[in-house]
């Protein structure tokens, strides 16, 4: 079946150390997107990226890092350098550039730090 | 950028329709309206979109006011699984059709 897989569901970690949290699509949307969602909020944009070996910052990139070097992959690396990194993280993916389509999103990865 | 306001929550009892607002009085006029819907510890799942006519689907409906200023996410006979954060979202087309979510609408559906 054609979708958007993020893995693990559930990820811990020690503070201190880089994690990197796994988005894979196979529906060959070319723009795909990472989201935090903390406690009762809204998602807020971390990174996104419209084509292969090319993104940009969202609103929140500060401590996070991306690449995009296949299509269908979009990985995102949590640094120490993220002040709060407990957070529920999920990964989008739509056709680019085209007005009149929906975005698809991942089951989520909701990591902790301690 | 257009921004989008919602009512925090909303209530409805099951099998009654459900009429979720949203205001969005800076939309351009190339902007689509998209809602989307969050279920708990879920990803968001896309529900509706419009331009400008009403649209249907088989989850809801969509009423766009003439004047394009708010719109009304329509779900027909609500049920226990429809209890979910509802956002309502102007894509950025020309940022790779970005979504930004404001905090939606938390419906409650009472049995």
């Known amino acids: 079946d054609g979708g958007i897989t993020q893995s693990p569901k559930y990820l811990f970690r020690k503070e201190g150390q880089n994690v990197t949290l796994s988005c894979e699509q196979n529906?060959?949307?070319?723009?795909m997107y990472w989201y935090r969602q903390d406690p009762g909020q809204g998602l807020r944009l971390i990174y996104y990226?419209?084509?292969?070996?090319?993104?940009q910052k969202g609103d929140i990139a500060e401590g996070y890092s991306v690449s995009r070097e296949k299509k269908e992959s979009f990985p995102l690396t949590v640094t120490s350098a993220q002040k709060n990194p407990t957070a529920f993280y999920l990964c989008?993916?739509?056709?680019?550039?085209?007005?009149?389509?929906?975005?698809?999103f991942g089951q989520g990865t909701r990591l902790t730090v301690v | 950028d257009a921004k989008t306001t919602q009512p925090n929550s909303m209530e409805s009892n099951e099998e009654e329709p459900v009429h979720l607002p949203c205001n969005h009085s800076t939309i351009s006029g190339t902007d689509y309206i998209h809602w989307y819907r969050q279920l708990p510890s879920q990803g968001p799942e896309y529900v509706i979109h419009?331009?400008?006519s009403n649209v249907n689907n088989r989850m809801a409906s969509l009423a766009i006011a003439e004047d394009r200023k708010s719109s009304t996410l329509i779900l027909h006979r609500a049920t226990l699984r429809d209890a979910a954060v509802y956002y309502c979202i102007l894509p950025h087309y020309n940022a790779g059709n970005m979504l930004t979510f404001g905090g939606g609408t938390r419906l409650m559906v009472k049995p």
């Open positions: 529906l060959n949307h070319d723009a």
């Open positions: 989008a993916s739509s056709i680019s550039r085209t007005v009149n389509t929906e975005a698809f």
């Open positions: 990226s419209q084509i292969v070996n090319d993104f």
């Open positions: 419009g331009l400008t």
